[in-house]
Structures are given as structure tokens and as C-alpha cells.
């Protein structure tokens, strides 16, 4: 993503993401690419929220246009960020909230055509392959969320706020 943040408007955003984990501890995540450029980098499901939106219905909205899933139970919050970068000409300040959603694997369907513009595909990662990549994945401590997730459960009180500036 281009740093030319000097002359784009800072756009603040609430949003909410989802860490989905399957029985075998695979994770959901998609490629995205911005147009116009030839960096891609994998991040879990999600988006903004809409105006008097929840977070709980933000996430069911998304989670059905980005990935065709319907039914789920949204689970505790694994991680918190605020994230600064650019996208699409706006510089956008994010706060984000991340769900543990464990559910079975499935083949995911997108049904957002805005989204659709900017996603290259999809892919269940294992623990090993994410520990492996060279490929950029965001949240950068993903793998450590869900380590600690599977070694200790759910945090008992909402995780530090992890901060990252693009």
C-alpha cells in the first residue's frame, strides 16, 4: 500500500472481524488486493460497521455476503487493534474488534460485488502453514491469538489493544 497518507482524509471506522477455526484448527482467511496494485495480503473475515449497526449484526452481515455463511454462534473476542492505512484513495483509522466464530469447513461464496473487486480467494491455513508463510498476514500476531486461544480458552478480560500503522 502506498504511504502517502500526507494528503488523503482520515476516515475513522469501527469494524469487526472473525477468527473462523475449525475442528482441525484450520483458519478461514482471504486474499485481498487493492486495485491498482500488485501487493496482496490475507486477513481474516469482516468489515465496517453501518450506521446504528451492531457489532453482532455487522458481523452476521458480513460474514454472509463475504463467505455465504449463515448460521453460526459468534464467540468471545480473541483481539483488539486500531489500524492505520490506506485503501482506495482514504486513509482510514479502523478499530477493530475480532470473534472467534469455530465452525465446520466449508467452500466460502462471495456475494458482495464491491468486496468481490478487491478479493483474490480464499483458504483454510493450518497452524503450521500460517507459522511458515513469508506471505503477509494481518493481524501480524494471528498465529499467537489462536495459540492462546487453544492452550489456555477465552480471555477472561478483553485483550490488549495491539496498534499498527501502515
Do not use: C
Not at 51 to 67: G, I, P, S, V
Not at 92 to 118: C, G, K, N, S, W
Not at 123 to 131: C, F, G, P, Y
Amino acid at each position: 500500500m502506498a504511504n502517502n497518507s500526507d494528503a488523503l482524509v482520515l476516515v475513522e471506522r469501527r469494524a469487526v472481524r472473525a477468527i473462523l477455526l475449525s475442528p482441525q484448527h484450520e483458519l478461514l482467511l482471504m486474499q485481498l488486493r487493492a486495485p491498482g496494485t500488485t501487493t496482496a495480503f490475507w486477513i481474516t473475515p469482516g468489515g465496517g460497521l453501518q450506521k446504528n449497526e451492531t457489532e453482532e449484526t455487522a458481523l452476521r452481515r458480513e460474514l454472509a455476503e463475504e463467505l455465504g455463511l449463515r448460521s453460526f454462534e459468534i464467540g468471545p473476542i480473541l483481539a483488539r487493534r486500531d489500524h492505520t492505512f490506506n485503501w482506495l484513495g482514504r486513509r482510514i483509522h479502523q478499530h477493530e474488534q475480532i470473534y472467534l466464530v469455530q465452525t465446520e469447513r466449508f467452500e466460502p461464496l462471495m456475494t458482495d460485488a464491491v468486496e468481490a473487486r478487491v478479493t483474490v480467494g480464499f483458504r483454510w491455513w493450518t497452524l503450521d502453514e500460517l507459522r511458515e508463510t513469508k506471505e503477509r498476514v494481518t493481524p501480524g500476531t494471528l498465529l499467537e491469538i489462536v495459540q492462546e486461544f487453544l492452550r489456555v480458552g477465552a480471555p477472561k478480560t478483553l485483550p490488549e489493544l495491539e496498534i499498527r500503522v501502515d
